[in-house]
Nanobody, 127 residues
Framework: QVQLVESGGGLVQPGDSLRLSCAAS????????IGWFRQAPEKDREFLAAISGDGDSTAITGSVKGRFAISRNNAKNTVYLQMNSLKPEDTAVYYCAADKSGLIRGSSYNLDSYDDWGQGTQVTVSS
């Protein structure tokens, strides 16, 4: 089990950038793959991106491809989601989640593949 805490959300204008952080506990952080999801009001939780435990493999969904990027620093037990060119439709609660397999696989797009979740951080994009 790993505990995750998201941070970095806030209120920004369209076109702005944010970098979200997912800070994790535990000595075995590098053995977990990490995914980012978001959930807008009255919408299903949506997969955004995932990164393997060693950081060598990533996946990103087409709805944010070209604007968002995922990275990790295992020495700091932290995974990042860089979000550029933000749009009002990006407004949501953003969550990170840990997958004990450590891999990027087809099921990485499925929230049921993840073992532990953070509590989320709010991102609001509005003019």
């Amino acid at each position: 089990q790993v505990q995750l805490v998201e941070s970095g959300g806030g209120l920004v204008q369209p076109g702005d950038s944010l970098r979200l952080s997912c800070a994790a506990s535990g000595r075995t952080f590098s053995t977990y793959s990490i995914g980012w999801f978001r959930q807008a009001p009255e919408k299903d939780r949506e997969f955004l991106a995932a990164i393997s435990g060693d950081g060598d493999s990533t996946a990103i969904t087409g709805s944010v491809k070209g604007r968002f990027a995922i990275s990790r620093n295992n020495a700091k037990n932290t995974v990042y989601l860089q979000m550029n060119s933000l749009k009002p439709e990006d407004t949501a609660v953003y969550y990170c989640a840990a997958d004990k397999s450590g891999l990027i696989r087809g099921s990485s797009y499925n929230l049921d593949s993840y073992d532990d979740w953070g509590q989320g951080t709010q991102v609001t994009v509005s003019s």
